[in-house]
């Protein structure tokens, strides 16, 4: 047993920010981007002004990010995990967690873990509130949660991945099996 307090630190995202910063500058990290995927989608990115010395919290590779509120406690810490390279920020309506014993965690492993149907199950007694939800960010922190070795970790991955991307490549063929048959539909009544 662990816990995310014991797998890395926490930090906030985006603060200090008015609708004039957003626009152009530096890329962050949306709500939607983290509530949408289990992997963080490196073509969705939005732009904040963010000025020489700010003092911003940084995404790196292999964090993982969680919803911080909701209309509805069901959708309360949503998570997704950070696999790129870039210098990103995080919106302020989430929060991330820098995975720093990698001895016990494998972060790509841990998008799958963050969005699996027991993990949801689990963080629903930590959102908090009754017309807008809200995660207890401490209580959840120190929440036990149990993770399989690191090489099973890895091998999960592995598999899951394998299987994404099998769903990926199916449904392009999908999508061009359906714009022959519109073409072929077209040609039929010419």
Known sequence: ??????????????????????????????YLNVYSNNIINKNDFQYVAIKDGEKQNIVEYGDVLFTLSSETPNEVGIGSVFL??????LNSF????????????????????VSSTA????????????????????????????????????????????????????RQMLDLYNSQKQYLLRQMFI
């Open 1 to 30: 047993m662990t816990s995310f307090a014991e797998l890395g630190t926490s930090y906030s995202g985006l603060s200090g920010k008015s609708a004039q910063d957003f626009g152009s500058g530096k890329p962050f990290i949306t």
């Open 84 to 89: 790129g390279k870039e210098k990103v920020y």
């Open 94 to 113: 989430c929060f991330g967690i820098h995975i720093t014993n990698k001895e016990v965690a494998f972060s790509p492993y841990l998008s799958y873990y």
């Open 119 to 170: 993990f949801r199950k689990f963080i629903y007694p930590y959102a908090q509130g009754s017309t807008r939800f809200n995660l207890c960010k401490a209580d959840f922190e120190k929440a036990s949660i149990k993770l399989p070795t690191l090489e099973n970790q890895k091998r999960i991955y592995s598999i899951l991945s394998h299987i994404d991307n099998k769903i990926i490549t199916e």
